[in-house]
C-alpha cells in the first residue's frame, strides 16, 4: 500500500534552516498534489504550501519568501526547504496528497493519503 513518510525535523535556532521531505512508498502511478501542513500545540492544522503534478506551487502568508516547496518526481519526493526559521514557525509538520496506486492486494486507485509528521521546534 501507499505510505506517505515525512523527514527531516529538529531542532534549529531561531533564523535556522531545515529541509523536510515527504517520501512516497508503494506501488505508485502518479502523485498529484502535494500538501504540507503544520499544526502547533493547541492550534489547528494549518495548510503550509502547495505544489501540483505540474509544479506549480502555493504558499500561506505567513511563509512566503521563506519557505520553497520542490518535487523529484523520480524519487516520488517532495521537499519543504524552510529558511529564516522562528518561533512561530514551531510545529508538526504534515505531507498530504493525493496518489494514484496500490490500494489493497488486488486494488489500485487514486486515494488522499497523510504521511505521520516530523516535529520542527525553533528554539535558542
Known amino acids: 500500500q501507499v505510505r506517505l513518510v515525512e523527514s527531516g525535523g529538529g531542532l534549529v535556532q531561531p533564523g535556522g534552516s531545515l529541509r523536510l521531505s515527504c517520501e512516497a512508498s508503494g506501488l505508485i502511478f502518479r502523485i498529484y498534489f502535494v500538501d504540507w501542513y503544520r499544526q502547533a500545540p493547541g492550534k489547528q492544522r494549518e495548510l503550509v504550501a502547495t505544489?501540483?503534478?505540474?509544479?506549480?506551487?502555493n504558499y500561506a502568508d505567513s511563509v512566503k519568501g521563506r519557505f520553497t516547496v520542490s518535487r523529484d518526481n523520480a524519487k516520488n519526493t517532495v521537499y519543504l526547504q524552510m529558511n529564516s526559521l522562528n518561533a512561530e514557525d514551531t510545529a508538526v509538520y504534515y505531507c498530504?496528497?493525493?496518489?494514484?496506486?496500490?490500494?489493497?492486494?488486488?486494488?489500485?486507485?487514486?486515494?488522499?493519503?497523510w504521511g505521520q509528521g516530523t516535529q520542527v521546534t525553533v528554539s535558542s
Open positions: 505544489i501540483t503534478d505540474g509544479g506549480s506551487t
Open positions: 498530504n496528497a493525493d496518489v494514484d496506486g496500490r490500494i489493497s492486494t488486488y486494488t489500485t486507485g487514486r486515494r488522499n493519503y
